[in-house]
């Protein structure tokens, strides 16, 4: 990755003053999704920080997932495999195979869910997000998919270092880089 990506990165990221009677800041990384050069960044990035695991499909959870991960994917040349969140309202016909997942930085828990046909016994997952703040997607989806998980990439790494070392989290900025 090229300090430019990051550069970029840190410059289109803004946090949101929730307004009086808060002290919670919320992330806006909506900057990332309008800038070319960062789309275009994105996925080379986060599939060079695994390079030695060769992952042969990337996972990634609801939603931010789902644009971050393709890009991943295409960088890698293999496919995808949406992890949806449980309880939206839509029907997937397909069995799947869920996984709760523990309290977030929200205080909520869900589960998430993968096609049960999809990510094979011979696979080598990825799991690819914009966000790990407590790495409770990440060891959701590390035992949903067992031992084919290599690990998750991720744009911002805030977890504590045992919890990314245990989780295999690797990143491209971590919260400091963003801190208000």
Avoid: K
């Amino acid at each position: 990755m090229t300090d430019d990506l990051r550069d970029l990165l840190r410059s289109t990221f803004r946090w949101t003053d929730l307004g009086p009677g808060t002290d919670y800041m919320v992330s806006d990384r909506s900057g990332w999704w309008r800038d070319p050069r960062i789309l275009n960044g994105l996925g080379p990035a986060l599939a060079g920080l695994f390079p030695a695991e060769r992952p042969t499909v990337v996972v990634s959870p609801e939603v931010t997932g789902f644009m971050v991960g393709p890009l991943v994917a295409r960088a890698l040349g293999v496919g995808f495999v949406e992890a949806y969140r449980a309880g939206a309202r839509r029907a997937i016909a397909e069995p799947m195979i869920w996984a709760d997942v523990p309290a977030d930085h929200r205080g909520e828990t869900q589960r998430l869910g993968i096609r049960r046909n999809l990510v094979g016994d011979s696979d080598r997952a990825l799991v690819v997000d914009d966000w790990a703040a407590t790495g409770a997607q990440a060891r959701g989806l590390r035992d949903l998919l067992g031992a084919t998980y290599v690990g998750t990439a991720v744009i911002v790494d805030e977890c504590p270092p045992e919890i990314s070392a245990e989780l295999a989290i690797r990143s491209l900025l971590t919260g400091t880089d963003l801190d208000p």
